[in-house]
């Protein structure tokens, strides 16, 4: 019982933990570790004496505790401990009001997210140092989600905090010229830990669902400090439509099932509903970023999928004129792509072959998987050998490249 407590105050509660303790103390060194141990000492104390009334504020209490004793220790070791101590006495009195529930308090998370998604940060640094210190996603974890061993990815996350405190990184919401920018900022972030978890580009998984939800909690978590922001609001909803499909995406054998041979039923109806809600409550017009518009034609293209009764009554004219406004709000190679998967099942797949011409994705296998499935529709054989050769050589995913392989395999039979 008490681990179950345990465990649901830290997912929902570590991040705002983490917030507090950074407005109070300003140390991002000594307070994740502090928390850390607040934790552990929960994992041997509740189940013998009881959860508290109170969980979170107990590690609240636990962690301050801990990081005072470090303070005081420091202090001693530079014998300046009367000054410190003080300091820190005094930033617990002024801090005091900072426990009260209020406004003040979701701010401070999501200082604690502008903070780390700080443009000064590495992408991929930034999203691991979110997942960690706003989601509470172990190092461990977070090193499996990235597929990197845990001494990389805790070098990596050190590396960010010694970045944040060296560059003086603030702690702080910036700005209402500069926060909608912000904004983007963390919803690219979110979006690019959830792409990582729903699309994986190597390693053994074809899905990694924890990695994606987590990303899902991070908006949801951020929409929540700032509700019907509309990059926010769209991004949900382009998150819950693509999450809804996560068990159709996976076959007995954990293989990879192609969307239009994915058993619907298996869909989260109730994910799905969120979204659409989402989506109507931006209404036909708003005011939104470059970005915001992006995910809202992306979620409008997730929703004609989710709202198609079978694959074959799909309304694939509406998704490719998405794609052509998608092409025209932010241009990509990547949706090139999928605007020509499209344009094959709307007009055939000579006319796919023929908007996928000149599309290429450094480094990526999928232009060359797309290319080599509508030559094999198209009855060119050849070619689509050659094609699945090369999507092959570049594909670093294990399930995926087993299915190129017995896509290869499969042209084999009739010739």
């Known amino acids: 019982m008490g681990e179950d407590a345990l465990a649901r105050v830290v997912r929902e509660e570590w991040g705002r933990l983490v917030a507090l303790l950074l407005a109070r103390f300003r140390r991002l060194d000594l307070v994740e570790d502090a928390l850390g141990d607040a934790v552990e000492a929960a994992a041997r104390t509740w189940p013998a004496h009881g959860v508290p009334d109170s ?5 609240n209490t636990a962690a301050s505790r801990r990081v005072l004793d470090r303070l005081r220790a420091e202090a001693m070791r530079q014998r300046r401990a009367p000054l410190l101590v003080t300091e820190a006495e005094r930033g617990q009195e002024r801090t005091a009001a900072m426990v009260d529930p209020g406004g003040l308090v979701e701010d401070d998370v999501l200082r604690l997210v502008l903070m780390c998604t700080h443009p000064a940060l590495a992408p991929e640094a930034a999203t691991a140092l979110t997942l960690r210190l706003v989601l509470g996603v172990s ?3 977070v090193a499996r989600l990235f597929l990197v ?4 990815m805790a070098a990596r996350i050190t590396r960010a905090k010694k970045k944040i405190v060296a560059t003086g990184i603030p702690f702080a919401v910036p700005g209402v010229d500069v926060l909608p920018d912000r904004l983007d900022t963390v919803a690219q972030t979110a979006y690019l830990a959830f792409t990582a978890g729903y699309a994986p580009g190597s390693g053994p998984d074809v899905l990694r669902a924890d990695l994606a939800g987590e990303a899902v909690r991070l908006v949801r978590v951020v ?4 509700p019907g922001t509309p990059v926010l609001v769209a991004l949900l909803a382009l998150m819950l439509l693509q999450h809804s499909r996560r068990d159709a995406r996976l076959g007995p054998d954990g293989g990879l099932v192609l969307l239009a041979d994915q058993d619907r039923s298996r869909w989260h109806r109730a994910e799905i ?4 809600a989402l989506l109507r409550s931006l209404g036909p017009v708003r005011t939104v970023t470059r970005q915001g518009a992006a995910y809202l034609v992306q979620a409008r293209i997730a929703a004609e999928h989710a709202t198609a009764p079978t694959a074959q009554e799909t309304r694939w004219g509406r998704i490719v004129e998405h794609y052509d406004t998608l092409l025209d709000v932010m241009p990509s190679p990547a949706a090139r792509v999928a605007r020509a998967v499209a344009v094959a099942e709307a007009r055939g797949p000579e006319a796919g072959l023929l908007a996928l011409e000149g599309v290429d994705v450094a480094g990526s296998h999928r232009p060359a998987a797309v290319r080599a499935e509508l030559l094999t529709r198209a009855g060119r054989t050849e070619q689509a050998r050659t094609a699945y050769q090369e999507a092959i ?3 670093r995913n294990d399930r995926e490249l087993e299915h190129l392989r017995e896509r290869l395999e499969s042209l084999r039979g009739p010739t």
Not at 55 to 59: E, G, S, V
């Open 149 to 152: 061993p845990e001494p990389t």
């Open 273 to 276: 509903e969120e979204a659409l």
């Open 55 to 59: 969980p979170a504020a107990w590690l």
């Open 139 to 141: 190092t461990y974890d």
């Open 223 to 226: 929409l929540a400090l700032r």
């Open 393 to 395: 050589s570049l594909c």
